[in-house]
């Protein structure tokens, strides 16, 4: 088995973070990971991506040229990776943000409102958690203790007061694809 991803958005949506989570979540598994972080020079509002491969083998490239499962937190992310995806991917993109594109038929679309979400929530810094919920539902690529055993360990006791909110927004992601 073997799962590609490509998670693309602007800094500061927590794009790397998501694709460090599913890497992490996956090692604690076992299994062999690959996270390749892109990014420009501008620390917020510029374009960030990862490519996450997670393998019960060893990994031959941690490259992610034709994501099978891309994940999307903004329209110019969409318009610039969509094209790559093969025929049958999985396209999860966040409806809050992107509306008014052209999906393409060939491809398996799933729209997750992570800003609304993470509004109701009441603090719209877990939209990333809630996609990450969704890309966990979707893919099956780990299981959900390992994402909270994750997520504990990223937090750390500093921020353990912040665990509850990212485990809701990561089930909230996961109800909104079920």
């Known amino acids: 088995m073997e799962k590609q991803f490509l998670i693309a958005g602007f800094g500061g949506q927590g794009v790397l973070l998501i694709g460090q989570l599913v890497a992490k979540a996956a090692m604690l598994e076992g299994r062999e990971v690959s996270w390749m972080p892109s990014y420009g020079p501008e620390m917020r509002g510029g374009e960030a991506n990862c490519a996450v491969v997670v393998s019960?083998?060893?990994?031959?490239?941690?490259?992610?040229?034709?994501?099978?499962?891309?994940?999307?937190?903004?329209?110019?992310?969409?318009?610039?990776?969509?094209?790559?995806?093969?025929?049958?991917?999985?396209?999860l993109y966040n409806s809050s943000l992107i509306e008014g594109v052209e999906i393409r038929a060939d491809i398996r679309a799933i729209p997750v409102p992570c800003n609304e979400i993470a509004e109701k929530l009441g603090n719209d810094r877990v939209a990333n958690m809630?996609?990450?919920?969704?890309?966990?539902?979707?893919?099956?690529?780990?299981?959900?203790?390992s994402i909270h055993t994750t997520l504990k360990d990223w937090l750390g006791e500093k921020k353990?007061?912040?665990?509850?909110?990212?485990?809701?927004?990561?089930a909230q992601g996961r109800a909104a694809v079920q």
């Open 56 to 91: 019960d083998e060893q990994i031959g490239s941690p490259l992610v040229s034709e994501p099978p499962v891309l994940v999307v937190m903004n329209k110019p992310s969409l318009t610039k990776f969509m094209p790559m995806m093969p025929c049958n991917g999985t396209l």
């Open 130 to 145: 809630v996609m990450l919920g969704a890309v966990q539902q979707v893919s099956g690529v780990c299981a959900d203790e």
């Open 160 to 170: 353990a007061a912040m665990v509850a909110i990212n485990e809701q927004a990561i």
